[in-house]
């Protein structure tokens, strides 16, 4: 097993709780490369806040619940650190057909070139959300949700050095070029360009970026959720400990929506005709059409519905279901079919797959599910708010460009339609050059502690214990 345990070093220039001073030649490699890292957040990772004092959290152990603490830190000396989740048992693969054997303390190799394809493929995802978002500071209507999305950036670039350590320890010569090439790679490059669809899209206002955390880092809780129960131990312990993480982003994602959708419902009332633009709001079909857009990219990061690489990964350990442990009895699932919908000569109908090639959709039901719930809150909201308005989720089978829907055309009903009648309706259903326009036009900054634009509400309240008109972000050092 790897030398991982509750006590972290945080003496280390990499803190660490993996023993990384027991290993000079990985420590020299991982100590090479973090200077590279910092050019690429100096470059790449948010603009001209760089000198500014942060309230922030950073990792400082692995106990549960403890591991959080919170001060005022400039984002280049955030500490960024390699933790695994502690073991407290031996260990075991969870599924496919050797599920309960040992599980693997290193790489097979036989699943060398699987594993280190999701491996970068998860650690490709974490740069690139910091690049997305890297203006978003200029406009942000608060401290509190400026606070946040450095929160966010920092913890994505600590997720990128949780799967770089995987690459340079496991990996050896290969690891160590794909560590390099994942700083090399620009999110929206023509000929670079980050690895997934969703992390080429533009985020360039606020109400994508509590989309993008919504449902893209979404999409990372259920990848990491999965890579949780690899049979991979340290890919497993790694990404448990991301999810930890994880659950903040999602928070200010799921929060900053609503926010958004309250201040929206009041300003409808407040407008004679109901005009929440003539307020100077986000009226909600743009809401709608937002969530439509990066919900459904966020849909393609699952993979094909029918996936021969889903099914090996699967078979061979190293990716399971949502809480394959908990939730399942069955991890083997060598029987039993998935009925999906399929296009066949013009037509949709339904058609059965074995279940081991439809674990990409399995994993997709799991995270709809969970999109439901939070859009059932935003609901609430609106009901409480005394708005006439609901919000939903488009079909799964509505814009797609990756799985068996992508290269056919569904409305946001999930109904087959042509080329001609996507083409003609595409602005009311997703974002368009015109809402970003609109949307940058009512985004100013709004840097007094305690103030917010007009266009969403406040928090309820603060982070950990401070109050929402704290100095979340000191703009003089
Ligand atoms: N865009 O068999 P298929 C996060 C490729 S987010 C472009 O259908 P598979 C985060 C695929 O690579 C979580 N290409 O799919 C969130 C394959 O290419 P090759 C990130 C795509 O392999 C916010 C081909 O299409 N983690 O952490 O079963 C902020 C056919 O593939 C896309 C992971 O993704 C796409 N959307 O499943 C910060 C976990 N989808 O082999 C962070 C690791 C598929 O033909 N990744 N392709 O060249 C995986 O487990 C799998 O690679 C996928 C794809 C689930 C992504
Ligand atoms: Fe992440
Ligand atoms: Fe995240």
Known sequence: MTATSTSVDLDAKIPNNVGLSDDPKLQRALEQWLPKYLEWWHDMGPTDFEHMPIFLRTAVSVDRG??????????PDYRWGIFLTPNDSEPTIKCGDDAGTPAWSDVPGEHRNALRRIIVTQADTEPASVEQQRMLGHVAPSLYDLRNLFQVNVEEGRHLWAMVYLLQKYFGRDGRDEAEELLLRRSGDEDKPRILGAFN????????????????????????????????????????????????????????????????????QLDPNGDVRAQGGIDFDLIQRTINYWYTYSLDLFGGEISSNASTFFASGLKGRYHETRRYEDHKALTGDYRLPVVENGKVVEKDVPLRTAMNEVLRDAYVADCEKVIGRWNKTLEESGSPTRLTLPSRLFHRHQGIYAGH??????????????????HRWLLVPEDNDYLLSIMKPCYEPGKFANWIAPP??????????????????
Not at 409 to 426: C, S, W
Not at 462 to 477: A, L, N, Q, S, W
Request: glycine share 8%; net charge negative.
């Open 201 to 268: 899209q533009p985020c360039d206002h606020w109400l994508s970026f509590f989309a993008f955390t919504m449902f893209t880092d979404r999409d990372g809780k259920y990848q990491l959720a999965a890579l949780a129960e690899s049979g991979f131990d340290p890919l497993a312990r790694s990404t448990q400990f991301m999810l930890t993480e994880e659950a903040h982003h999602l928070f200010v994602g799921d929060t900053g929506l609503q926010r958004i959708i309250k201040r929206s419902a009041e300003l409808q």
């Open 66 to 75: 403890g591991w959080a603490n919170y001060d005022y830190v400039k984002m």
């Open 409 to 426: 055309h569904f409305d946001p009903q999930g109904k087959l339609i042509t080329v001609e009648q996507y083409e003609a309706n595409v």
């Open 460 to 477: 309820t309240k603060g982070i950990e214990g401070r109050p929402t008109d704290f100095e979340y972000v000191k703009m003089h050092d």
